[in-house]
């Protein structure tokens, strides 16, 4: 889980769960010990709430976080989840579990994992799924002993002719993995075990996120039993100045096909990924690299590096993400959590926090230096009410609304052409981020070539709205070549200045005068998931708008820029899915 354990520990007695006391608390998980069983009136959330999703996976109430153990069994997809059944903050954690047939209509369960052993009487964290030979599913997760150490634990299905596998039983040797000072493991940081593959030894391996002084560790374990795991000489991979390493994701990928890979898969034709979430920033970044299977290190590629000059999932609200390999539709999906922009009173107000980003298929670039993601297929059935954006020029100044659609719950996906690239800004060599760049050129700032692209969540006057949009410049060193930059441009995303309304950014590697760019926007009540670049870049943003909520939403195509830019490209609405 993201386990955020700060220099100084802090313990705090909550509230009693199933007759099990949990005393581990997370520095960046605030704690609020007034709320933590805080009870709606009623099981069910605010009837005319205007920010709960209609397609974005959420609970009836109370807190969500991390995606845990994601997998498929038997043809159902199965979502296990950090979840409070007491209140709307952190605490009182369990194991919360549904199932579905399409990874978009979702049934509840009873909680699958929760405290009742003493290697994790004070907590149950995040933990990763691995399906054994013959098909039989292992979930290894964190548990929280009496000492407050953290230490990992191994539970089966009870009972394996259950597709829905509702129970599940944790085995009496737990924990299996422990902090000693025989391995020098950092008893506070020793958390979220990783799907485990299996080598060509017949040997499993996996990895645990750790940390040594502010060095983040990606400790190796192997086991030949899955049941007695031996801790490695050497990490699978580190680095100095990280921090700490939690939700680590590490999983071969494709050189040659867009097709998943079961994740013991290597070979010539093969990279591999290794995801860090670092509490530190609470940034998640990847690397792509290769992976040695006899000396067992992961090095990643020239480049390609854990820190802001890296690579991230999405460069908005996401953290502590998860794949898995569909082995139905030979495919790696990727779960992540999203939080919440809103205050704390603004939370217990609508009853709820938190929500899982749409599943995203993962695929790895055709230059092979990113990975490309992508909303499954399968929300597309929910698209109704197709709206037609035939190719029009937005001239520099210009807006235009789309007509026709429900712009509250909505599936745009649009692709802008320049043909003029002189009015094209100069990229300032001082300018290297992109979150602050966004920030400096807002979508009222104008510019050359930009900003244009889509304004989400407006009202009608414009008071409101989240902008998702793209500017371009040129190289300094190179005026043939050009940098993309989108941007999600919060700041006027509602009146309510409560909440967090940050604006965020990134570079996109597309050539603009070569390829047209795509910008596909998912807009669901509170939040407006985008990928620009056909996935390369995604930026997942959490409003809450006062004025533009429900029929009152509206949906704009803009160009502030001096520049005229043509876009075509279809919008629809979406139905709503039924999600537990």
């Known amino acids: ?82 979840y409070n059944p007491k209140g709307v903050v952190w605490g009182n954690i369990v194991w919360a579990h549904s199932t579905s047939t399409d990874l978009v209509n979702w049934i509840p369960h009873e909680a699958a994992i929760y405290p009742s052993q003493p290697s994790d009487i004070n907590g149950c964290w995040s ?58 493991v950092n008893a506070s940081s020793f958390r979220d075990p990783t799907t485990a593959w299996l080598g060509p030894d017949k040997r499993w391996r996996l990895i645990i996120g750790s940390k040594r002084h502010q060095r983040g560790l990606a400790i190796l374990y192997r086991s030949k039993d899955f049941m007695h795991w ?85 460069y908005g609200k996401f953290y502590a993400s998860k794949t898995f390999f569909d082995s139905a539709k030979n495919r790696r999906i990727l779960w992540g959590w999203i939080n919440e922009s809103s205050s704390v009173n603004g939370d217990v107000k609508k009853g709820w926090s938190g929500l899982q980003a749409i599943p995203r298929t993962i695929v790895l670039d055709k230059s092979g230096k990113q990975l490309v993601q992508w909303p499954i297929v399968e929300l597309e059935k929910l698209r109704t009410k197709e709206v037609t954006l035939p190719s029009t020029v937005l001239k520099g100044g210009s807006l235009h609304e789309v007509f026709g659609v429900t712009a509250a719950q909505a599936d745009v996906e649009v ?17 290297t981020n ?74 996109v590697t597309v050539d603009p005068v070569h390829e047209k760019l795509s910008l596909r926007s998912l807009i669901d009540h509170s939040i407006v998931e985008s990928f620009g670049g056909e996935g390369k870049a995604c930026i997942t943003a959490r409003v809450y ?4 909520v429900d029929g009152d939403a509206h949906l704009y195509a803009f160009n502030y820029g001096s520049e005229s830019v043509k876009i075509a490209g279809s919008a629809w609405s979406l139905k709503t899915a039924k999600i537990n």
């Open 415 to 431: 692709a802008f052409e320049i043909s003029d690239f002189k009015k094209a800004e100069v990229l300032d060599p001082s300018w």
């Open 230 to 314: 031996t801790k490695a000489k050497h990490p699978l991979h580190s680095k100095e100045k990280n921090g700490m390493w939690e939700c680590p994701d590490f999983f071969p990928i494709s050189k040659t096909s867009s097709v998943g890979l079961d994740t013991s898969t290597n070979g010539p034709n093969v990279k591999h990924v290794l995801k860090v979430s670092l509490d530190n920033t609470r940034k998640e970044y990847y690397t792509i690299g290769t992976y040695n299977i006899s000396k067992d290190i992961y090095i990643p590629d020239k480049g390609s590096v854990e820190s802001d000059s890296g690579l991230r999932y999405d």
């Open 127 to 184: 933990g990763s799924a691995t399906i054994l030979p013959g098909g039989k599913p292992a979930m290894l997760y964190t548990g929280i002993n009496p000492q407050n150490q953290q230490v990992q634990n191994l539970a089966f299905p009870k009972n394996l002719s259950d597709p829905f596998l509702r129970e599940w039983v944790k085995v009496p040797q737990n924990p299996l993995m422990a902090p000693t000072l025989a391995n020098q």
């Open 434 to 507: 992109p979150q602050i760049l966004c920030s400096k050129k807002g979508a009222s700032v104008k510019g050359g070539l930009g900003p244009f692209g889509l304004l989400t969540l407006a009202s009608k006057d414009l008071k409101e709205n989240t902008a998702v949009f793209y500017r371009i410049f040129k190289s300094q060193n190179n005026y043939k070549k050009y940098v993309v930059l989108m941007c999600s441009d919060q700041s006027r995303s509602s009146l309510n200045q409560d909440n967090d309304m940050t604006t965020y950014g990134a570079f």
């Open 545 to 548: 708008p006062t004025l533009a």
């Open 1 to 82: 889980m993201a386990m955020m354990i700060s220099s100084l520990w802090q313990f705090c007695l909550l509230s009693l769960l199933l007759s099990y006391a949990v005393v581990e608390l997370q520095a960046s998980h605030l704690v609020y010990s007034d709320l933590q069983t805080t009870q709606l009136t009623s099981t069910q959330p605010q009837a005319k709430d205007p920010y709960r999703t209609g397609y974005h996976f959420q609970p009836p109430k109370n807190w969500i976080n991390d995606p845990n153990g994601p997998m498929i069994y038997k043809g159902i997809y199965h979502l296990f989840y950090q």
